[in-house]
């Protein structure tokens, strides 16, 4: 975990337990690397209006899959694509494969509204990249939400439009 981000939860008493392994880039991978770590798990998308430029950091649980159509009529945009790389830097200040809701505290300009399912909102535990693939941060619902208050984006809880995936993929 990077030293700014370290002292950005430092600053706001955010508690935390930090697991490192091997990088992952799937839910795959995840399971096998960071399955024993106690928590809800989370799948994380950052999506993009294509007429307006919007962005959307979406959580779920990892274990579902977000139909893209449904959410894109309940957030009323004519079309949504995965976010450029480019922009996943710029905004949130990671990389591929890092996606995290921990990626809203470098999004100082809170270009981005984060969508959160309840499921994982109202979680006693759960578990996120720290905007680095290669560590988990394993936090206390309570903290997860109050990090997530102090980054000053837009918080839309909401039982998402997801599929249940039969085998995760």
Request: aromatic share 8%; with cysteine.
């Given at each position: ?122 979680a006693d535990e759960i578990c ?19 990090l997530i208050k102090a980054t ?18």
């Amino acid at each position: 975990m990077k030293e700014s981000l370290k002292n950005w939860l430092s600053a706001h008493n955010i508690d935390y337990i930090l697991h490192q392994h091997p990088a992952v880039f799937t839910v795959p991978e995840a399971k096998i690397h960071c399955g024993h770590i106690k928590g809800t798990h989370c799948k994380n998308l950052f999506l993009k209006n294509k007429k307006t430029d919007q962005f959307y950091l979406v959580t779920i649980p990892h274990d579902k899959r977000l139909d893209l159509n449904k959410f894109r009529r309940m957030v009323g945009a004519p079309k949504i694509r995965f976010a450029e790389t480019e922009d996943l830097s710029n905004v949130l200040g990671i990389t591929p494969g890092a996606v995290s809701p921990i990626g809203l505290v470098n999004d100082i300009e809170n270009k981005t509204i984060f969508f959160v399912d309840a499921e994982v909102w109202n979680a006693d535990e759960i578990c996120c990249h720290p905007n680095i693939n290669s560590e988990t941060l394993q936090i206390l619902g309570s903290e997860f939400q109050k990090l997530i208050k102090a980054t000053g984006n837009i918080i839309e809880i909401k039982k998402l439009p997801c599929l249940e995936l039969l085998e995760v993929d």
